[in-house]
C-alpha cells in the first residue's frame, strides 16, 4: 500500500509565492511519474505539472514560467514551486505518483494524496 500526503498549501496574495511538498512512503522500489494536479469546485481536476523519473517535465500552460516542479527520488518526494500566483491558481492541489513498483516487483495502483488548499487572493 502506498500513501501519499501533501502539505504547504495556505493562503497568499495575489503575487505571492507557496511552496507545496508531498511525501509517498511505502515499500516502494521506485515511481515512474509524479505530478500535481488541482481542482476547483464543479470542474474536472487538471493537471498542473509533472516530472518523470528521468527528468522529463511538462507544464500547464496556464503556469509555465511561474511554477517550478522537483523531485528527490531517493527520499520519494515532489514539490511544487509556484511563484507570481494568481487568484486564478486557487483550488485543492493533489499529488499524484505513477507507475509505482515495489520492491516485489508489483506495480501499484492509481495513487493520490488528500489534496492541499490553495488560496490566493487579489
Known amino acids: 500500500q502506498v500513501q501519499l500526503v501533501e502539505s504547504g498549501g495556505g493562503w497568499v496574495q495575489a503575487g505571492g509565492s507557496l511552496r507545496l511538498s508531498c511525501a509517498v512512503s511505502g515499500s516502494i522500489f521506485s515511481i515512474n511519474t509524479m505530478r500535481w494536479y488541482r481542482q476547483v469546485p464543479g470542474k474536472q481536476r487538471e493537471l498542473v505539472a509533472g516530472l518523470t523519473s528521468g527528468g522529463v517535465t511538462n507544464y500547464a500552460d496556464s503556469v509555465k514560467g511561474r511554477f517550478i516542479i522537483s523531485r528527490d527520488n531517493a527520499k520519494n518526494t515532489v514539490e511544487l514551486q509556484m511563484n507570481s500566483l494568481k487568484p486564478e491558481d486557487t483550488g485543492v492541489y493533489y499529488c499524484?505518483?505513477?507507475?509505482?513498483?515495489?520492491?516485489?516487483?508489483?506495480?501499484?495502483?492509481?495513487?493520490w494524496g488528500q489534496g492541499t488548499q490553495v488560496t490566493v487572493s487579489s
Open positions: 499524484y505518483a505513477g507507475g509505482v513498483k515495489g520492491y516485489s516487483g508489483s506495480y501499484y495502483g492509481v495513487n
